[in-house]
């Protein structure tokens, strides 16, 4: 990478090499020759131009500038016509030629043209042209890099993302077994119990009428006591047993009703039992990334969000209005989706739901100024193809 | 223009510092020895003392470099081309304030015929405003005042010889004349024979303009964004 780094910067340095032992050749042609003062002020132009050039590149303006100065200097004093191959080459080199003709028409029309000044032109503009090809090659490889670069960081950014999703993970499931434990005590041995509890104390009120020993008596009140206890012990390890937070569509339910700003309808259809645990993951950050992107760029006023579970897929989409987009914008598009730059929320997304064999789509709808976030899991073996 | 008064604050904070920016002025002002022109020798010198003063202003900017005091400027909201102009306009009116007094000192004691007080309040200011841009960028090449400051004494002597503020150029070789037309100084030294005799090798305002545009160059050099 630094030695990429190198190689770029090189380029730079060649380019204003170039333009340095242009002045300086200019300097000592001006030395070598007449020495006038006009000369002075157009090597000192030529020297500003080239300084502006550093702090706004490839802007026409200084071409045209440049230009100008260079050929009205020469229309006073048509020694110095040779001076213009600087705004030929600058002109070739940011592939603004146009910028370069009036400052010329100067040139032709008073300056005293030669074979040579047409050679050292011709050498000029050349040399710009070559200069612009390495230039465009080293604009398109540190692009390249650039996204590469990305790339790279979004991977590192995903794998930790993974990482701390696998303990979340492994919790949930915990939590998730827990509860349908708890639920199948309450619901199976629970109900049993009770019964038998009840059974046994309507047994007691006549036990009287049986005239047992009191030993018997004794045996039966322990078992009774033990059935108790037995009861008690069982609500009580329900009880604790039961996670407090909420899992699943509820945690769903749970954003939605903390999000205060803005009112959200929130339709689930379908047996959310078959949705497995990682999904719901999935789900909550897309709701949140959703509804902050949601508050940062739009107006909204109304936010529909649905969650639909069917035998093989699941889908869910959340839409909003009041997208501010640029009326031209929206008409010059013949398609009806426009392309969203996206962000690092949005790429995550995209990148878990393909992990789970599921798609991911985000869109601004041109002509409703809606925003649609659609995700697609499958809910069989293989993904959707 | 709080920078603009700031820099004020920090450049006469007493009357020490104003003592010191105006005495060598005032003292060139009376040197009234005549040599190959026929003006006080003071006023030969003068672009020297110029050159000296305005790298004694212009270190401010590089104390703020040193002391990362841009830093803290830069994350303030004001733009870099803001602290860059305020900074240059105070300096220049320093130092148009000490051409002043120093032409006004030379009208009273040789007479505005010696001394053409417009001409010569003139190409002292454009001399200022070169000799400001030419510290900055001359500082804006070292990372230490220290570095930049022991160098610099050296550097301006030897551009004040070549230039031909000690001797008459014409002692010096015909090539070597052309050479350092690249220095201001060689503009300073003309701009000043043009002033005394009307007329001489050209036009003083060409000389005005050329000593403009190398200090448009200089401070186009200098005002690059050095953070550390």
């Given at each position: 990478?630094?030695?990429?780094?190198?190689?770029?910067?090189?380029?730079?340095?060649?380019?204003?090499?170039?333009?340095?032992?242009?002045?300086?050749?200019?300097?000592?042609?001006?030395?070598?020759?007449?020495?006038?003062?006009?000369?002075?002020?157009?090597?000192?132009?030529?020297?500003?131009?080239?300084?502006?050039?550093?702090?706004?590149?490839?802007?026409?303006?200084?071409?045209?500038?440049?230009?100008?100065?260079?050929?009205?200097?020469?229309?006073?004093?048509?020694?110095?016509?040779?001076?213009?191959?600087?705004?030929?080459?600058?002109?070739?080199?940011?592939?603004?030629?146009?910028?370069?003709?009036?400052?010329?028409?100067?040139?032709?029309?008073?300056?005293?043209?030669?074979?040579?000044?047409?050679?050292?032109?011709?050498?000029?503009?050349?040399?710009?042209?070559?200069?612009?090809?390495?230039?465009?090659?080293?604009?398109?490889?540190?692009?390249?890099?650039?996204?590469?670069?990305?790339?790279?960081?979004?991977?590192?950014?995903?794998?930790?993302?993974?990482?701390?999703?696998?303990?979340?993970?492994?919790?949930?499931?915990?939590?998730?077994?827990?509860?349908?434990?708890?639920?199948?005590?309450?619901?199976?041995?629970?109900?049993?119990?009770?019964?038998?509890?009840?059974?046994?104390?309507?047994?007691?009120?006549?036990?009287?009428?049986?005239?047992?020993?009191s030993y018997e008596k004794e045996l039966f009140q322990k078992a009774k006591q033990r059935v108790d206890n037995s009861a008690t012990v069982l609500r009580q390890t329900v009880h604790n047993m039961k996670p407090y937070v909420s899992l699943g569509v509820e945690d769903l339910r749970g954003i939605v009703e903390e999000f205060c700003d803005i009112p959200i309808s929130l339709k689930v259809f379908g047996n959310t039992e078959k949705v497995p645990i990682h999904y719901w993951f999935l789900l909550k950050t897309a709701l949140k990334e959703g509804l902050t992107n949601i508050i940062r760029h739009a107006n909204t006023t109304n936010v529909k969000a649905q969650l639909d579970v069917t035998q093989n897929i699941l889908r869910f989409s959340l839409e909003n209005d009041g997208v501010i987009i640029a009326k031209n914008i929206a008409n010059t598009y013949v398609n009806k989706y426009l392309d969203l730059n996206e962000g690092m929320g949005l790429r995550s997304l995209r990148q878990r739901t393909k992990s789970y064999g599921g798609n991911f789509s985000a869109a601004i709808i041109a002509g409703e100024d809606k925003f649609r976030l659609i995700i697609v899991l499958p809910l069989f073996e293989g993904g959707i193809s | 223009m709080t920078i603009f008064n700031f820099v004020f604050k920090r450049t006469l904070k007493g009357k020490f510092d104003i003592f010191m920016l105006l005495l060598p002025p005032i003292i060139t002002a009376?040197?009234?020895?005549?040599?190959?022109?026929?003006?006080?020798?003071?006023?030969?010198?003068?672009?020297?003392?110029?050159?000296?003063?305005?790298?004694?202003?212009?270190?401010?900017?590089?104390?703020?470099?040193?002391?990362?005091?841009?830093?803290?400027?830069?994350?303030?909201?004001?733009?870099?081309?803001?602290?860059?102009?305020?900074?240059l306009l105070a300096y220049t009116l320093i130092l148009s304030s000490i051409n002043i007094i120093v032409v006004g000192i030379g009208v009273l004691r040789y007479g505005s015929v010696t001394i053409p007080p417009l001409n010569m309040f003139l190409l002292f200011s454009v001399f200022s405003a070169t000799s400001i841009g030419l510290s900055i960028a001359w500082y804006a090449l070292f990372k230490h005042t220290e570095t930049a400051y022991s160098i610099l004494g050296g550097l301006y002597i030897s551009m004040a010889m070549l230039g031909g503020m000690f001797w008459p150029i014409e002692i010096m070789p015909q090539i070597i004349r052309r050479i350092v037309q690249i220095l201001p100084t060689y503009w300073f030294a003309l701009g000043m024979r043009q002033v005394v005799y009307t007329g001489y090798d050209g036009n003083l305002f060409m000389t005005i303009g050329i000593l403009l545009l190398f200090s448009v160059a200089f401070i186009m050099v200098g005002s690059r964004k050095r953070l550390g």
């Open positions: 990478m630094e030695k990429i780094k190198q190689k770029y910067d090189s380029l730079s340095v060649y380019l204003n090499l170039t333009r340095a032992i242009s002045i300086v050749l200019l300097f000592s042609y001006w030395v070598r020759t007449s020495g006038e003062a006009l000369g002075m002020v157009l090597i000192l132009g030529i020297l500003i131009f080239s300084i502006l050039r550093q702090y706004l590149p490839g802007e026409s303006i200084i071409i045209f500038l440049e230009g100008l100065f260079v050929g009205g200097l020469s229309y006073l004093w048509p020694d110095i016509s040779i001076a213009y191959c600087i705004p030929i080459f600058e002109g070739y080199l940011e592939k603004k030629t146009a910028w370069i003709i009036p400052g010329l028409i100067f040139v032709t029309f008073r300056g005293s043209i030669n074979f040579i000044i047409i050679f050292v032109f011709i050498a000029g503009g050349f040399l710009g042209c070559i200069l612009r090809v390495a230039k465009n090659e080293r604009d398109y490889y540190k692009e390249e890099s650039d996204i590469e670069r990305r790339r790279r960081y979004e991977a590192e950014n995903l794998n930790k993302e993974f990482l701390s999703l696998r303990e979340e993970v492994f919790q949930m499931v915990e939590l998730a077994e827990r509860n349908r434990i708890a639920q199948q005590l309450h619901d199976d041995v629970g109900h049993e119990l009770t019964g038998a509890v009840l059974g046994l104390q309507a047994f007691e009120s006549i036990i009287e009428e049986l005239e047992l020993e | 009376f040197i009234s020895v005549e040599t190959w022109l026929p003006i006080p020798l003071g006023f030969q010198m003068y672009g020297v003392i110029l050159m000296f003063l305005s790298s004694k202003l212009c270190k401010t900017m590089m104390e703020d470099r040193e002391k990362k005091v841009i830093l803290r400027i830069s994350a303030a909201p004001i733009t870099h081309l803001r602290y860059l102009m305020e900074n």
